[in-house]
C-alpha cells in the first residue's frame, strides 16, 4: 500500500475521520455523506448574510464558494483540533482534501486566498506560524477580504474607531505604550486614558504559554504590535488575548 503523503507543515493532530464532503453550510462548515457536520478550527470567516440584512458583513457567500471550490464532493482527511467540537456538536477539525494522492489543506488555501483570517486559537506553534504568514502575504497583496475597507487593520491610536466595531473579529495595530499588571491580569496599553483607550488584557496564568512562544508579553512596551480577537468593551475598547497567536510584532515589516 501507497505510503498516505504528509504535507510540510501539520496542522492538526491524528486522524479523526474520513469522508465525502456533500454540502457546503458556509465558508468553515460543511456536511459530510454520513450526515455528520464539520467546522473547520483555527480560522475565521465571514458569516452568509441574512436576507434583506443590509448591515451584515461582505464576503461570506464568496467564502462558501471558496470553500466549495477546495473540497465539495471531495474526500476529505479530517485531523484532531484543539476542541473536539462545539455546542451544536459540529465536529471541529483541520480538513485536507484528498486529490490524486496528493493532501489539499482547507484552511492553508482558504487563508491563502484572503477568504479567510486566523482565528484566536491555532494550538500549534507551527501552524500558527505557517498561517499567520499565508495570511500577512494575502493581507499585504490586497486579495480576497483584504481588498474591502471593512477588514482592513484597526488603528489603536483611533479607540473610537476600535470600539465602534464592538463585537466584531478584528485585527487592531498599534504601539504599546506601557505593559502593567493589577491581580492576576497583565494589560498592554495603546495609550494613557485606560478608561478610553485600546487595551489587551492578559491572565497571568497564561503568561507561560506567549514565553514559550517566544513572546516577551513585559517587553512589549515600546514596540508596535498586532492583536486580533473579539473586540469588547471595559471603559474604552479591549481585547482578551489568551493564546499567543493572537499578538504579533509588528515594528520590523
Not at 14 to 21: E, F, K, L, M, Q
Not at 65 to 78: K, M, P, Q, S
Not at 122 to 150: D, F, H, M, T
Not at 223 to 241: F, H, K, S, T, Y
Request: proline residues 4%.
Amino acid at each position: 500500500m501507497a505510503q498516505e503523503q504528509q504535507p510540510a507543515i501539520r496542522c492538526g493532530g491524528d486522524t479523526i475521520a474520513r469522508g465525502t464532503v456533500s454540502r457546503i453550510l458556509d465558508g468553515r462548515t460543511f456536511a459530510l455523506d454520513d450526515g455528520h457536520e464539520v467546522r473547520l478550527a483555527a480560522i475565521e470567516v465571514p458569516p452568509l448574510a441574512l436576507p434583506q440584512d443590509s448591515a451584515a458583513a461582505p464576503g461570506g457567500a464568496d467564502a462558501k464558494a471558496a470553500l466549495d471550490a477546495l473540497v465539495g464532493g471531495d474526500e476529505v482527511v479530517l485531523r484532531r483540533a484543539e476542541l473536539p467540537s462545539d455546542r451544536y456538536a459540529r465536529l471541529f477539525a483541520y480538513a485536507y482534501a484528498v486529490r490524486d494522492g496528493e493532501e489539499l489543506f482547507a484552511q492553508g488555501e482558504m487563508i491563502s486566498s484572503g477568504f479567510a483570517r486566523v482565528g484566536d486559537w491555532v494550538g500549534s506553534r507551527a501552524c500558527a506560524a505557517e498561517l499567520l504568514n499565508r495570511e500577512n502575504a494575502a493581507r499585504k497583496a490586497k486579495i480576497g477580504l483584504w481588498a474591502q475597507p471593512y477588514y482592513a487593520v484597526l488603528n489603536a491610536e483611533t479607540p473610537a474607531a476600535v470600539l465602534a466595531q464592538r463585537g466584531r473579529f478584528a485585527l487592531v495595530e498599534g504601539k504599546v505604550v506601557s505593559v502593567g499588571e493589577s491581580g492576576a491580569t497583565l494589560y498592554l496599553n495603546f495609550g494613557r486614558r485606560w478608561s478610553e483607550d485600546f487595551t489587551v488584557t492578559i491572565l497571568k496564568r497564561n503568561e507561560r504559554n506567549f514565553a514559550a512562544a517566544g513572546l516577551d508579553l513585559k517587553g512589549l512596551a515600546g514596540r508596535r504590535v498586532r492583536v486580533r480577537g473579539w473586540i469588547e468593551q471595559r471603559g474604552g475598547p479591549w481585547i482578551e488575548a489568551a493564546h499567543p497567536e493572537q499578538i504579533e510584532t509588528a515594528d520590523r515589516e
